[in-house]
């Protein structure tokens, strides 16, 4: 009866599933950071180009969490902006993120003078997920119009109507004003 229990159970333990793999998750979140950046980019231009600064700011309100949803929905990860000084209240990170975030900002640019990259897990079990975190540096245009230290008076008054607690201003060129913030849950990134 031994060897037959045995069996049953060797038997039943190659048809189990396999325990979820933790996700090497630095290409694809990668690729979405830069899908966002680059379809933010281009929405914001062609409305600066339109209506000027004052025209964009309305634009990056609607057109930010629009297109990081869109990709949240596509890939299965969590995409959005975060910031130490924010403009929305709603990217204003807690906890660990926050501690993450100062780190990033210490250093917002890698040797190469690209965006400067973190990644860590956290949680366990169900709650178990693998973050990527890129900096946003500061370009001195078109960023500085909205974001700068020497904003012109109809982009303040547009930025004040929209944002009222905003803390997305006096940045130079090379600050981090934010990040892009990418979380999977472990083992359960899809897509390409």
Not at 5 to 33: E, F, H, I, M, N
Not at 141 to 149: D, F, L, R, V
Request: hydrophobic residues 40%; positive net charge.
């Amino acid at each position: 009866m031994r060897r037959i229990l045995t069996g049953v159970v060797l038997g039943l333990a190659g048809c189990a599933a396999p325990a979820p793999q933790p996700v090497d998750v630095s290409a694809k979140s990668a690729a979405l950071a830069d899908r966002f950046q680059a379809d933010l980019q281009g929405q914001l231009q062609a409305a600066i180009k339109a209506g000027g600064p004052v025209g964009a700011i309305g634009v990056c309100q609607q057109a930010a969490p629009a297109i990081a949803a869109s990709l949240s929905q596509e890939s299965g990860a969590e995409v959005r902006r975060i910031a130490l000084k924010e403009r929305n209240p709603g990217a204003a990170p807690d906890g660990e993120l926050r501690e993450r975030l100062e780190q990033l900002a210490a250093a917002p640019l890698s040797a190469d003078g690209k965006p400067a990259v973190t990644q860590w897990s956290s949680g366990s079990g169900s709650d178990a997920r693998t973050h990527y975190m890129r900096a946003i540096p500061m370009k001195e245009q078109p960023c500085a119009a909205c974001h700068g230290t020497a904003i012109a008076p109809d982009v303040q008054a547009k930025l004040a109507e929209l944002y009222p607690a905003d803390k997305a201003t006096g940045f130079k060129p090379g600050d981090m004003r934010g990040a892009i913030l990418v979380s999977w849950p472990v083992g359960q990134a899809r897509g390409n």
